[in-house]
């Protein structure tokens, strides 16, 4: 099984076309899914929660949030020497968008069950979405890539530098009143399981063009 780095940053050589599809269909099932967590009003993954935070106290759309951010982190893959693919400027501007049309479109529902529904269904969703972005292999998004910089520049894994970015936006986006309850919980231990067998399952790496 190719570990998360390669799937990442594989060369974007095999049947372009049929990636693309599969990259933007991810990517709006990212944007959704997150928006799911967003109606369910029981928390959210780490970025969404600052993003969160940044919106309530500015007044930005939570999506539009996380295009910002995504420039802003962008910024920080300069010394890090990270280079962008397509996947990475898709994923900086679709995942927003998408979640703010979702949110536009969509009312929050009303009761425990269908709010839990909705945090159960974005957390599932999103590991499927997970799994289809990078699996097209196109450029892992934005705070992937910085993930793999960091790791890359300090000799720490990835998965410790996940952690302690993640970790700290979390922290600022509660401080700033980000949703933080059992969906964070819940996505926090099951997108590395999800992103586990999904990955692979959408992995275009043994195509041929």
Do not use: K
């Not at 967590?37 to 029981?42: A, I, K, R």
């Not at 309530?56 to 539009?64: F, L, N, Q, V």
């Not at 974005?122 to 992937?144: E, S």
């Not at 960091?150 to 720490?156: D, E, P, Q």
């Amino acid at each position: 099984m190719l570990d998360l780095a390669t799937l990442l940053e594989r060369p974007t050589r095999e049947r372009l076309g049929s990636r693309l599809v599969q990259l933007i269909l991810g990517l709006f099932l990212y944007g959704a899914s997150s928006a799911l967590l967003v109606l369910g009003g029981l928390g959210l993954e780490p970025w969404n929660v600052f993003h969160q935070g940044l919106s309530r106290h500015t007044g930005i759309a939570i999506g539009t949030w996380a295009i910002l951010a995504s420039a802003g982190v962008l910024l920080l893959w300069i010394p890090l020497r990270q280079r962008p693919g397509i996947g990475t400027i898709a994923n900086a501007i679709l995942v927003g968008a998408v979640m703010d049309l979702v949110l536009w479109l969509v009312a929050a529902p009303h009761g425990l069950a269908a709010r839990t529904t909705c945090m159960v269904a974005g957390v599932l969703l999103n590991g499927i979405a997970t799994g289809a972005y990078i699996g097209a292999g196109l450029g892992p998004g934005p705070r992937d890539g910085l993930m793999l910089g960091i790791s890359r520049r300090t000799g720490i894994s990835i998965r410790v530098a996940r952690w302690s970015v993640e970790a700290a936006v979390l922290v600022v986006g509660w401080l700033l009143g980000g949703t933080v309850g059992l969906g964070t919980l819940l996505y926090a231990l099951s997108i590395g399981p999800l992103a586990h067998f999904f990955v692979p399952f959408f992995d275009r790496s043994t195509e041929t063009s």
